[in-house]
C-alpha cells in the first residue's frame, strides 16, 4: 500500500481521542444499558412513539432512552473492557474506518480499537441475543492476512513503526467449531478469537486484579513475543534439586509483572490445559498493596517457570565453588511477555503493581526451565494442598489432569469423569457451555454435580484400585478389556460427550419452557444429577436389551433413549404446582438420590416395563400397608428382646443384676430424666419413667455380647443368650459376630418403623421378610 495521505491519517486520528475528560464521559455511556438523547419537548411524542421512553425533563430538553440492542451492548462492554485494562487512546464511536489497500474503496470499519505506547488493538464484535451456530465465517477470514499486511502499514504510517498490533474477532453467544477451518485461517494470521470464555475472563481479571489485569491481558494477547531485543541481565545462583536445574536470582517487580504469566484454571485459558491457579482475591491484593507501600516485604521466594518454546534462557557460569555443586554466573533472560509462568506468589507479584516500589524493590525469585503444565501443577498442589484457597470446584477439574495417566483404574476413572464434564461445560457448540462451573469460572451448574452424577450413572464402570466392580459395567460405554488406557479414555470421552449434549439438547430444543426455568428441574444441580442418572439408567437398560452396546456411538444411544427422555420432559412440563414443590423441597441428604428415583418413576408410568432394581424397591417402600405389617413385626421383637434380656439377667445374678449393669443403667437413667423434662416442657406435666423402659438395642446387644455363654451357678440346662439369640442371616453361625448379625441389621431399619412419617424411607419386602422371620423365629418362644 502507498503512504497514506496526511488527510487520511488525519482523518484515522480524528476518530480516536486521547482526551480524559471525554474519555471518561464516553464509558459512562457505554457502561450504561441504555441509550440515551436529549431532545426538544416538542420532539418526544415522537420518540416515545418510536420505543423511547422519558428519562429526565431538563429544563429545555428532555432526557429519553430506549434499551441498547444486544449487539450495541456487547461492543460497548468491549469498548469499556479496554479501557478497565489502561488504555486511554480509544475510537469514540462505531465510524472508525482503516485503510488496508490502495482504492478508495480498500477501508474497513472496526468496532473497536484501543492504542497505547506499545499495542494497538483491532476489535471486531458479532453477537446474537441467544445462543445459535454462526452464520459461514468464510468471507470474513479468507482474506484476512491480506487485510491485516495493509492494516500494519497503515498503523505504521499514521502512528509510528514498533507498535505491536493485535486483531481481535470477539462474539457473544456465536457457536463456532474451534476446529473449525475458519478459525484455522484466524489463528494463522496470528488474531485472536475472543470467545464468550474470553470475555468474561477479562472481566474477572479487571474485577479482581484491577490495573494488575493489563499484565494477565497482554500476556494473553502476545504471549511470547519480545518486548523488546535487549536482553535481561541478572546475576544468579544456578541450583539442582528433583533432578531439575533452577536459578535463584532477585528481580523488580515491574519487569516480572511483564514477563509473568498465570495459568489460570478459566476456558479462556483451555490452550494451556491443563491450568492450574485461581484467580486473585481483590481484597487480599488491596491488603498487599497497602502493606508494601507502608514499607512492608516478603522474605519468601516467588516460584516460577520459564517457558522456552521461542526463547531461550541463557545462563554463562563462572567457575563452580569446591565446597558446593552450585555455582554463581550470569543469567539472560529474553525481554518477552508470558514466558515466566508464575506458579506460587501470584498475590506477591500483581500486589506491586501500581505501588510506590514497583521498579525500585527486588523480590526473591526460583526459576525453573521448562517445566511441563503437569509438573507445575504438581508444585502447586504439593505448595497449596493444605490451604483452603484451592477451592473444590478446581480440585475436581483438576482430576483430569493429575489422573489421566495414573496406573490405577479407579483414578483414571477420576480423570475420565473430570474430563467429560469440563468438554461439556467448554464446548461452544453444546447446551451446557458456559453453564458449568469449571475450575475458577462461575457457572449455575456445580461441577460435583455433574462427577457424582456420572459416576453413579453406569456410563462409567467403578472401581477399587485395578479391580473392576462386575455390577457396575453392564451398561458402560467404557470398554474395560482395552488396556490401551488413554485410547479407550479418549474414545469413551468423545461417545460420553456426543451423548450427554444430545440429551441436554433434547430439553434446550424441544422445551424451552424446562430448560430455562428460574427453579429447573433440568438446569439445577439436583436435576443434573438425577437426568445424568437416569440417561444412565437407561442406556443401562437398553444395553442389557441387546439394543446398545460399548461400541454405540452418542447418536446411537440418544436415538434408543430418547422416548424415554420425552416420556420425561413431556410430565415435567406439566407438573402441578403441588407436585412440582414437591420435589423441589428435597433437599440436604440423599436429595439427589430422590430426584433421581423420581425421574425414573415417571418415566415408568409411561413405559411400565422399564424398572431398575433401586425404583422397585423405593415404590415398596412408599407402601404403608408393608410398612405397617413391618412396623408389627419390629414392635413385637423389640418386646420379645426386653423380656428375654432383662429376665435373663436377672436370672444369672440375681439381686446383683442391676449393679452387673450400672454403665448401662446409669444411661438409660439419664434418658429417663430427659425424657421427664421433655414431656414437663410439652406440658404433659410431672411423668414417671421407669429407667427399664429406655433401653436401646445396642444396650440389649451389649448384654447379649457379654453374657453369651453366662448361665446361672448350677443350672447346666439353662438356655443361654448363645441358644436364644444366635440367628443365621446367611453368613453361618461360625462365630458370635455372625451369630448377632442380625442385631445391627435389625437396628438399622428401626427408624423405618419405629416412627410415623417415614414414608420416604420406608421398608422394602425384602426387610420385612427379613423381619418376618425374626419374628418367627422369637414369637413362640415369646407365648
Not at 56 to 82: A, M, N, S, Y
Not at 137 to 161: N, P, Y
Request: hydrophobic letters at 35%; aromatic letters at 12%; glycine letters at 6%.
Amino acid at each position: 500500500m502507498t503512504l497514506l495521505k496526511q488527510i487520511e491519517i488525519d482523518q484515522i486520528k480524528d476518530k480516536l481521542s486521547d482526551d480524559i475528560s471525554q474519555l471518561g464521559k464516553i464509558y459512562k455511556a457505554k457502561k450504561s444499558a441504555f441509550i440515551s438523547i436529549s431532545v426538544d419537548h416538542n420532539l418526544v411524542d415522537g420518540y416515545l412513539n418510536d420505543g423511547w421512553e422519558v428519562e429526565k425533563i431538563l429544563k429545555t430538553k428532555t432526557r429519553v432512552r430506549k434499551p441498547k440492542t444486544h449487539h450495541k451492548k456487547f461492543e460497548d462492554g468491549v469498548w469499556c473492557q479496554f479501557y478497565d485494562l489502561g488504555y486511554r487512546y480509544l475510537n469514540y464511536d462505531d465510524t472508525f474506518k482503516l485503510p488496508y489497500g490502495k482504492e478508495p474503496e480498500d477501508k474497513k470499519q472496526i468496532d473497536v480499537v484501543a492504542i497505547d505506547k506499545e499495542t494497538v488493538i483491532l476489535i471486531e464484535c458479532k453477537s446474537s441475543e441467544k445462543p445459535k451456530p454462526s452464520n459461514s465465517l468464510k468471507t470474513e477470514f479468507e482474506g484476512l492476512e491480506k487485510r491485516l499486511d495493509g492494516f500494519r502499514k497503515a498503523i505504521d504510517q499514521a502512528f509510528g513503526k514498533g507498535l505491536k498490533v493485535k486483531y481481535i474477532y470477539a462474539t457473544r453467544n456465536l457457536r463456532i467449531d474451534p476446529e473449525s477451518i475458519e478459525i484455522e485461517r484466524l489463528l494463522k494470521t496470528k488474531s485472536f478469537y475472543y470467545n464468550d470464555n474470553t470475555y468474561e475472563y477479562i472481566n474477572s481479571l479487571i474485577k479482581n486484579y484491577k490495573g494488575a489485569a493489563r499484565y494477565q491481558f497482554l500476556g494473553l494477547m502476545f504471549k511470547d513475543q519480545l518486548i523488546n531485543t535487549n536482553k535481561i541481565e541478572i546475576p544468579a545462583v544456578e541450583g539442582s534439586m528433583g533432578n531439575k536445574n533452577y536459578y535463584m536470582f532477585s528481580l523488580e517487580p515491574h519487569i516480572l509483572l511483564k514477563l509473568g504469566f498465570v495459568l489460570h484454571r478459566t476456558r479462556a485459558n483451555e490452550a494451556e490445559m491443563p491450568t492450574y491457579q485461581r484467580l486473585l482475591v481483590p481484597n487480599r491484593l488491596k491488603g498487599i498493596r497497602k502493606f508494601i507501600n507502608e514499607g512492608g516485604y516478603f522474605p519468601n521466594s516467588i516460584i516460577i517457570n520459564f517457558a522456552q518454546r521461542k526463547h531461550k534462557v541463557i545462563f554463562e557460569a563462572s567457575s563452580r565453588s569446591g565446597d558446593s555443586n552450585s555455582r554463581f554466573g550470569m543469567l539472560k533472560i529474553p525481554n518477552a511477555y508470558a514466558i515466566a509462568y508464575i506458579i506460587d506468589g501470584q498475590h506477591r507479584v500483581y500486589g506491586y503493581s501500581d505501588t510506590n516500589f514497583t521498579e525500585s524493590n527486588t523480590i526473591p525469585v526460583v526459576a525453573f526451565t521448562d517445566l511441563d503444565s503437569i509438573e507445575q501443577l504438581k508444585i502447586f498442589f504439593d505448595i497449596n494442598e493444605n490451604q483452603k484457597a484451592v477451592s473444590p470446584s478446581l480440585r475436581g477439574t483438576l482430576q483430569r489432569d493429575l489422573l489421566w495417566d495414573s496406573d490405577k483404574a479407579d483414578q483414571r476413572l477420576s480423570a475420565l469423569r473430570s474430563s467429560i464434564t469440563i468438554e461439556l461445560a467448554e464446548s461452544p457448540n453444546g447446551p451446557l457451555f458456559n453453564k458449568i462451573e469449571v475450575g475458577e469460572d462461575s457457572a449455575i451448574l456445580k461441577l460435583s454435580a455433574f462427577l457424582s452424577g456420572l459416576q453413579n450413572s453406569g456410563l462409567l464402570p467403578k472401581a477399587r484400585g485395578n479391580n473392576y466392580i462386575p455390577e457396575s459395567t453392564a451398561g458402560s460405554i467404557y470398554n474395560i478389556h482395552n488396556q490401551n488406557h488413554k485410547k479407550e479414555m479418549m474414545r469413551t470421552e468423545k461417545i460420553a460427550v456426543q451423548f450427554l449434549n444430545l440429551c441436554y439438547g433434547l430439553v434446550e430444543e424441544q422445551y424451552p419452557e424446562v430448560f430455562e426455568r428460574e427453579r429447573s428441574l433440568i438446569m439445577s444441580n439436583r436435576g443434573s444429577y438425577a437426568y445424568i442418572s437416569l440417561v444412565g439408567s437407561l442406556n443401562t437398560w437398553e444395553t442389557i436389551k441387546g439394543n446398545l452396546d460399548y461400541k454405540s456411538s452418542g447418536k446411537e444411544r440418544f436415538e434408543t433413549i430418547s422416548k424415554y427422555l420425552i416420556a420425561l420432559l413431556d410430565q415435567l412440563k406439566s407438573l402441578t404446582t403441588e407436585e412440582e414443590e414437591s420435589l423441589l423441597s428435597k433437599y440436604g441428604s440423599g436429595a439427589e438420590k430422590k430426584w433421581s428415583l423420581n425421574f425414573q418413576l415417571l418415566v415408568n408410568k409411561v413405559f411400565p416395563e422399564y424398572e431398575t432394581n433401586e425404583l422397585v424397591i423405593w415404590k415398596e417402600r412408599q407402601d404403608k400397608d408393608l410398612l405397617a405389617k413391618g412396623r408389627h413385626f419390629g414392635v413385637e421383637i423389640e418386646k420379645f428382646m426386653k423380656h428375654q434380656v432383662l429376665r435373663k439377667i436377672q436370672e444369672i445374678f440375681g439381686d446383683d443384676w442391676e449393679l452387673e449393669i450400672n454403665s448401662i443403667k446409669r444411661k438409660c437413667l439419664e434418658r429417663a430424666e430427659e425424657e421427664k423434662e421433655k414431656n414437663y416442657k410439652e406440658g404433659l406435666g410431672r411423668t414417671e419413667i421407669e429407667w427399664t423402659e429406655m433401653f436401646t438395642i445396642n444396650d440389649y446387644k451389649s448384654i447379649i455380647d457379654k453374657y453369651w455363654t453366662r448361665k446361672p451357678e448350677g443350672n447346666g440346662d439353662y438356655e443361654t443368650f448363645q441358644d436364644q439369640f444366635s440367628i443365621d442371616v446367611g453368613e453361618g453361625l461360625g462365630s458370635k459376630a455372625k451369630s448377632v448379625k442380625w442385631i445391627s441389621r435389625f437396628n438399622s431399619l428401626r427408624n423405618s418403623w419405629a416412627h410415623e412419617g417415614t414414608k420416604e424411607k420406608g421398608l422394602s419386602k425384602e426387610e420385612v421378610r427379613f423381619l418376618e422371620d425374626i419374628y418367627n423365629r422369637f414369637y413362640p418362644s415369646f407365648n
